[in-house]
């Protein structure tokens, strides 16, 4: 380029661009150095974007002992920043600056790049390599910001940056790397899709404060996300539209803590499986509006929903199907509102509030090795008849276990009694038939008492009758003592004798009470061995 052809502005950039120098075009007015206030920015303030790119290829050489760059505040660049596949090798840094047409530096290969408080149409940055950090913090970028395959060594930072590209992508960053933190954080505003699948980040994701609007689709794109530290999503977070961040991986941990998301009748947060190194707190104010999910996540530590509102009436409001975690945190601030499964879960401990559980749960296969809060055995039966499904074996199962686990054993009894009695509600009439026999004379096993308590009451009635009114003998040659307790209790044995039953025979009316006693002992001995041998498999 002819340095002849020069304004003079861009004849101070020329000059102070060998040494590193700063170059300031603004007025010294907030008012009127807004980048927004263009009718305010005269011809000395514009900066062709031709005379930008031929410094950064070269065309000036640096003053020995100097560090060349490109520092410029208070400017309109005019014309296109095309720096495509070029080689940059000194640092960019423009503050306050207003450009005409979106910069594309797709490919490139840069030195640090600044773009602060700046206002753009558009930055295309695809496959872009930046030998150190990207700082937008503060800039307007509407049309689409594109990190897709980027390369940043250093820290990106976008804090306070607005982004808008309604009903598209706002931010493009499939495949993103960077090697440090990024910062989405302290006002960070982005109206159209913030898209990061697959993009790994050496350090912490902060998102706190951020706000996203994307009502139609996915407000945060992030499946198959890999932190190697923090993600942030807090300090006043909102998305309107999916948080997505299936099959992410988060190697510290994972805050929504006071975040405030929102998709009604579809899904708020999708971490299905999400793996987290230690925690994730969805916690102290988490409102979600909409399914929460985190089917197949693997959670080291805790997963916090302590204080949380949840709502998705007409659907599965929390899906934690088959998730695993040390410990689940189950406090919400209220009952959620629509279904909370936890099927085929597999938690350490489980510690939840029965103030605050939801109306539908489904618990089928659920795992657990602690309850925090125990409670009773009645209180938790009313926890797993909140199952949508219906009866299933498992929960019940389960359940008796941990209670025997802590020694509770009459708990446990009394839940497996409960299991067979709500499993006779799904039998046919003739099952019903027996299982209620079986519940009224032993409690299916689990009550033996009872047992001893109809043996006492069978031997008590035939022995006053039989006293009242002795048996006639058999045999005519034979004079047997008779002893109406020993004769009741013949009765009652279905096998062996006590030489009462074969030397008496009593008739009419009372030879049906001693066949009602002889059949009812048989059907109550019956009954005891079966439960007896139920309750011993259960052993």
Not at 4 to 16: F, G, K, M, Q, V
Not at 236 to 263: K, M, P, Q, T
Request: glycine fraction near 10%; hydrophobic fraction near 40%.
């Amino acid at each position: 380029m002819n340095s002849e052809d020069l304004t003079p502005s861009e004849r101070r950039l020329w000059n102070a661009f060998p040494r590193g120098e700063s170059v300031d075009l603004s007025s010294g007015d907030p008012a009127l150095d807004d980048p927004g206030g263009t009718a305010h920015w005269g011809h000395d303030r514009m900066v062709r974007a031709e005379v930008l790119v031929a410094l950064l290829v070269g065309a000036v050489e640096p003053e020995p002992g100097q560090v060349a760059a490109v520092r410029l505040s208070g400017a309109r660049i005019t014309g296109s920043l095309n720096l495509g596949h070029a080689e940059v090798h000194v640092p960019l840094a423009l503050t306050n600056c207003l450009f005409d047409e979106a910069p594309h530096l797709y490919w490139a290969n840069m030195n640090s790049v600044h773009l602060m408080r700046c206002r753009l149409p558009g930055l295309v940055a695809s496959g872009t390599r930046v030998d150190g950090h990207l700082w937008l913090e503060g800039s307007r970028i509407s049309g689409g910001l594109w990190l897709d395959g980027a390369n940043i060594t250093g820290i990106l930072n976008m804090s306070g940056v607005q982004l808008s590209n309604p009903g598209g992508d706002a931010l493009l960053a499939d495949r993103l790397t960077v090697e440090a933190n990024v910062y989405c954080d302290q006002g960070f505003v982005a109206n159209g899709e913030v898209r990061l699948p697959g993009a790994r980040v050496g350090g912490q994701l902060i998102f706190r404060e951020a706000r996203l609007h994307n009502p139609s689709g996915a407000a945060l794109y992030a499946s198959r996300l890999d932190v190697a530290a923090n993600v942030f999503c807090d300090g006043g977070f909102s998305a309107e539209g999916e948080v997505r961040l299936r099959g992410a991986r988060v190697g510290g941990y994972l805050s929504f803590v006071g975040a405030r998301l929102s998709h009604p009748e579809r899904t708020a947060l999708n971490a299905d499986d999400l793996a987290v190194e230690t925690d994730v707190y969805c916690s102290d104010g988490f409102t979600a509006v909409g399914a929460v999910s985190f089917a197949g996540a693997r959670v080291a530590g805790q997963l916090s929903l302590r204080g949380a509102h949840l709502h998705h009436e007409d659907g599965t409001a929390l899906s934690l199907q088959r998730l695993q975690a040390e410990e689940l945190l189950l406090r919400p601030a209220e009952p959620i509102n629509g279904v909370a499964d936890l099927s085929y879960a597999r938690i350490n401990l489980l510690r939840d509030d029965a103030k605050t559980w939801p109306d539908r749960l489904q618990l089928d296969g659920l795992q657990y090795e602690t309850l925090e809060p125990p409670l009773t055995a009645r209180d938790r039966l009313a926890w797993l008849r909140r199952d949508t499904d219906g009866y299933a074996p498992q929960p019940y199962e389960r359940l008796a276990q941990t209670y025997r686990a802590l020694g509770l054993d009459a708990d446990g009894r009394s839940i497996l009694l409960a299991k067979a009695r709500d499993r006779r509600q799904t039998q046919g009439v003739s099952r019903k038939i027996v299982g209620w026999f079986q519940d009224v004379l032993v409690g299916y096993g689990y009550r033996p008492f009872r047992a001893a308590s109809w043996l006492i009451g069978l031997l008590a009635f035939g022995t006053i009758v039989f006293s009242l009114h002795r048996p006639e003998v058999l045999d005519d040659g034979h004079k047997p003592h008779f002893n109406p307790f020993f004769y009741t209790l013949d009765l009652l044995l279905p096998i062996g004798s006590l030489g009462q039953e074969i030397e008496f025979a009593p008739k009419g009316v009372y030879q049906w009470i001693a066949n009602f006693i002889v059949a009812a002992g048989l059907l109550l001995g019956l009954t005891v061995a079966a439960g007896a041998t139920r309750a011993l498999s259960r052993e």
